[in-house]
């Protein structure tokens, strides 16, 4: 069971990256999924979830208009796109799945990936 997360690295400001998360023995379907992310020496903050069946989509104001989930039920993945990459968008980035609660909150999320790494220089 666990959640694979894909695509990270090292980015120049003003990049683009794109993310996967593919569930393992965990299902999205029918499920809210998102991702989070936390920088050196802070708390993981939300970034975005995903309402299942074709729901609505909501973000962190910090990175609105920057960056876009999806996701492919058929093959169990989700997906972030981040564009227009800050330095401040430096962290490890985790995917989750929703399972009751405030989106915001971390221990909403019953299933996480193992986190991955974006790097952006300035």
């Given at each position: 069971?666990?959640?694979?997360?894909?695509?990270?690295?090292?980015?120049?400001?003003?990049?683009?990256?794109?993310?996967?998360?593919?569930?393992?023995g965990?299902?999205?379907?029918?499920?809210?999924?998102?991702?989070?992310?936390?920088?050196?020496g802070?708390e993981?903050?939300?970034?975005?979830?995903?309402?299942?069946?074709?729901?609505?989509?909501?973000?962190?104001?910090?990175?609105?208009?920057?960056?876009?989930?999806?996701?492919?039920?058929?093959?169990?993945?989700?997906?972030?796109?981040?564009?227009?990459?800050?330095?401040?968008?430096?962290?490890?980035?985790?995917?989750?799945?929703?399972?009751?609660?405030?989106?915001?909150?971390?221990?909403?999320?019953?299933?996480?990936?193992?986190?991955?790494?974006?790097?952006?220089?300035?």
């Open positions: 069971v666990q959640l694979q997360a894909s695509g990270g690295g090292l980015v120049e400001a003003g990049g683009s990256l794109r993310l996967s998360c593919e569930g393992s965990v299902t999205f379907r029918g499920y809210d999924v998102g991702w989070f992310r936390q920088a050196p802070k993981r903050e939300f970034v975005v979830v995903n309402q299942k069946s074709g729901g609505d989509s909501y973000c962190a104001d910090s990175v609105k208009g920057r960056m876009t989930i999806w996701r492919d039920d058929a093959w169990n993945t989700v997906y972030l796109q981040m564009n227009d990459l800050k330095p401040e968008d430096t962290a490890v980035y985790y995917c989750g799945r929703y399972a009751s609660g405030n989106y915001y909150y971390g221990t909403s999320y019953d299933y996480w990936g193992q986190g991955i790494q974006v790097t952006v220089s300035s």
